[in-house]
């Protein structure tokens, strides 16, 4: 019979040994599993995408290291919450000698408050923080708190680990699952190892059976939502103004399409098209950007989800467009003049009409 908790639950890992991916920290000679067996770790923030193992490794340090494991989240804990945290960790080191990690998860939710409540405790060494995050922490997590952590980058699973990771899943349900079915789970969950096993156990109920086929995979991929965190989001549009300065319509409409599917603010996506059209088009294609401003109105006037057909239509037009860099070299050039000592003097012949007029030659044409 199986077990009520989720599968990515049942199969948490509780050696170093079986955390599955992460060999660039966690190997034999890896610079986290060193500072786990030598108990010597201090506070970290665990930065990576979601389902690659940050909550699982800070409850693999708590148990190799025999420290106590509290986990807060920092959508719903607040500085009340953060401060009885603490107290109960000081008295628990001064009455048991008995040390505390606590586990933020999403600490970049915490505000700047909340962050700073921490800031004296991981100071004095209380508490071992483990905080985990899926934005950059240079950009999400206060400075002072940062400087007094270990900032550990965790990539996404590959191919060898997610394959892995599916036949422990497989093998604690007493399953089977055809090679192409796994594959097909392996390349779609985006090395989100919490994402394979979900849509493992999803396709093993749909299969109603011990074994499961590719249309059983596909049906349970199919509920499967794509996401991204804020370092994806700015990669994901610098894919899509990328492959619209090389004429690739094909990659941009698929970058576009990514967007629609994360979730992403499509008026964020149409200022990045007028920009696009006026920054990489200009004068070489002058109605570029009479339509990139008409989808940004169609997409206040529309909505989602018919607007996404204008934002679509301009991307397109924007791909096939011939490209011109001429509107940012002026801009630049006359603004690189001025920093150089160039006269910012109105001559004569441009000033009000009551002046004196006179020619003048202007120093460069910036527009030529």
């Known amino acids: 019979m199986r077990g009520q908790a989720p599968l990515a639950a049942r199969l948490r890992p509780r050696t170093l040994d079986d955390v599955v991916g992460q060999t660039h920290l966690l190997g034999a000679q890896g610079p986290l599993r060193k500072l786990i ?11 990576g995408p979601p389902g690659v193992g940050k909550t699982t490794i800070a409850e693999v340090v708590a148990l190799v290291t025999k420290r106590i494991f509290v986990r807060l989240s920092a959508v719903t ?20 000698q008995q040390r505390t990690i606590v586990f933020v998860d999403e600490i970049h939710r915490f505000n700047a408050a909340q962050q700073d409540s921490l800031l004296p405790a991981v100071e004095a060494g209380l508490i071992t923080l483990i905080g985990a995050t899926t934005e950059n922490p240079f950009f999400e997590v206060n400075a002072p708190l940062r400087s007094r952590s270990t900032l550990l980058r965790l990539e996404p699973l590959i191919s060898e680990e997610l394959h892995k990771l599916l036949r422990r899943g497989l093998a604690l349900e007493s399953a089977h699952a055809t090679p192409d079915a796994l594959e097909l789970i392996v390349q779609r969950c985006g090395g989100d190892g919490r994402q394979a ?25 199919a509920t499967s939502a794509l996401r991204y965190g804020r370092d994806d989001h700015y990669d994901v549009i610098s894919a899509l103004i990328k492959s619209m300065r090389a004429g690739d319509e094909t990659s941009a409409v698929f970058w576009l399409a990514r967007m629609f599917e994360a979730g992403d603010d499509p008026r964020f996506i149409a200022r990045r098209l007028i920009v696009f059209a006026s920054e990489d088009v200009g004068h070489a294609d002058p109605l570029a950007l009479s339509v990139a401003t008409g989808a940004a109105l169609a997409v206040e006037h529309v909505g989602l989800p018919e607007a996404r057909y204008n934002l679509t239509h301009a991307v397109m037009h924007l791909s096939r467009a011939p490209k011109s860099r001429a509107v940012v070299d002026a801009i630049t050039e006359a603004t690189e003049a001025l920093h150089n000592g160039a006269s910012s003097e109105v001559p004569p012949h441009l000033r009000d009409g009551t002046t004196p007029q006179g020619k003048v030659i202007p120093p460069r044409r910036y527009a030529q």
């Not at 749909?206 to 995979?217: D, P, V, Y």
């Open 37 to 47: 067996e030598t108990d010597r770790l201090s506070s970290v923030i665990l930065w």
């Open 77 to 96: 804990a607040g500085v009340k919450d953060v401060r009885e945290v603490l107290e109960a960790a000081r008295d628990r080191l001064g009455q048991q």
């Open 197 to 221: 096993l979900t849509s493992l156990e999803v396709a093993l109920a749909l299969a109603e059976g011990a074994e499961i086929t590719l249309a059983h995979a596909e049906a349970a991929l």
